[in-house]
């Protein structure tokens, strides 16, 4: 491995989907529910929101990133991300990931500019390249 700048660590127990998450540093302690739309009650957190909530912070950070490097002020920006678990045969579940990217004030062609470099450094979108579908949009001021 690559000489790490930042590792974390967490540890599952319990039903995985119906356990318990915790970091090492407990930062991230959370029990952990199947969604109802899955048939789980609900009353806990589950990977999906985890995943959707890292990508949309890490694809923001990726933004900025891009933003200054193009030195274009994007105050009051964000990113959404919307995962979900998709069918991808008939035993098979993948994920997909849709962030939608918010630049007021952005000029159109700039803002989707941006929205591609913050794709092309941010180290969720390298790591999913080719693995599971991730779309980016900008939406209109």
Known sequence: MADALYSVEALSTGGGRDGHVATADKAVDLEMAPPTELGGSGK????EQLFAAGFAA????ALQSAARTKKVA???????????LVRSGESSIDLAVDLEVI?????TEQANELAKLAHEMCPY??????????SVSVAED
Do not use: K, M, Q
Not at 103 to 107: A, D, H, I, R, S
Not at 125 to 134: K, L
């Open 44 to 47: 806990g957190n589950n990977p």
């Open 58 to 61: 890490c694809f923001h950070s």
């Open 74 to 84: 994007i105050d009051g920006s964000s990113v959404g991300a919307r995962v979900s």
């Open 103 to 107: 630049l007021p004030g952005v000029e």
């Open 125 to 134: 979108s390298r790591a999913t390249a080719g693995n599971i579908e991730v």
